[in-house]
């Protein structure tokens, strides 16, 4: 509800400002990030298991590119909103993870079976505001939806967890500059921080995981 409210009040600037001095911008961006998520899962099987919760850390260096559009308000510039949005999917993790349970000697434990599993970001799509500072600098902050795939494979008798759309919230610090009569750059310093996927499985276990990305990109664009 909150992006849909930010998506209209930034149309209507946008027609708003068709008569307003200002210009309209856009370009390409590639990027370096650091995914990072950390997680538990909780098993909701009874008995005297040992693995009632399973913890995990997990990081993947990536590389992407992303398209936006964005407009300047008035003279100065000093106002810019936009609309950024990253094609393709990246990997949470760098490596799957796995396990093999083997049976015990109690029967209501036996769940033997091998699990792997990874996570992936895609469709991420950012609407963001930028305030210039002065001499170039300008801090930024935006809101951004990304969809949560989780790829699993299983033997019989293990529960999945579904698929997921998140909410975000991007800070960023940077600096930007004219190349000739329309062309612009902007180099960035970014951090996302999404917010907890929380799921339970088919099988009524539970996790919950909190995920951010750091990075930095340099964009190349024009304006008119």
Do not use: C
Not at 76 to 105: C, W
Not at 120 to 142: C, M, P, Q, R, W
Not at 196 to 202: F, G, L, P, Q, V
């Amino acid at each position: 509800m909150k992006l849909k409210l930010i998506i209209a009040t930034f149309l209507s600037m946008f027609l708003f400002s068709a008569a307003q001095a200002g210009s309209f911008g856009m370009g390409v961006t590639g990027g370096l990030g650091m995914i990072g998520a950390n997680g538990s899962e909780t098993n909701s099987e009874s008995g005297s298991e040992t693995e009632k919760n399973e913890d995990a850390s997990v990081s993947n260096a990536i590389g992407f590119s992303e398209f936006y559009a964005e407009y300047s308000f008035g003279d100065s510039e000093r106002l810019t909103l936009g609309f950024a949005l990253v094609p393709g999917s990246h990997d949470i993790s760098s490596k799957t993870m796995g396990r093999t349970d083997i049976d015990g000697a109690d029967a209501d434990e036996n769940d033997s079976g091998s699990l792997k599993v990874n996570g992936e970001i895609s469709d991420h799509h950012t609407l963001y505001a930028e305030v210039l500072l002065g001499g170039g600098v300008y801090v930024k902050a935006g809101l951004s939806k990304v969809d949560i795939t989780v790829n699993q494979t299983n033997d019989t008798g293990y529960g999945t967890y579904p698929n997921k759309e998140l909410d975000a919230i991007t800070y960023a610090l940077g600096y930007k500059g004219e190349m000739g009569e329309r062309g612009v750059y902007k180099i960035e310093g970014f951090t996302t921080d999404y917010d907890t996927y929380s799921a339970s499985s088919t099988t009524t276990n539970s996790v919950s995981a909190d995920l951010d990305v750091r990075g930095a990109k340099l964009s190349l664009g024009f304006k008119f």
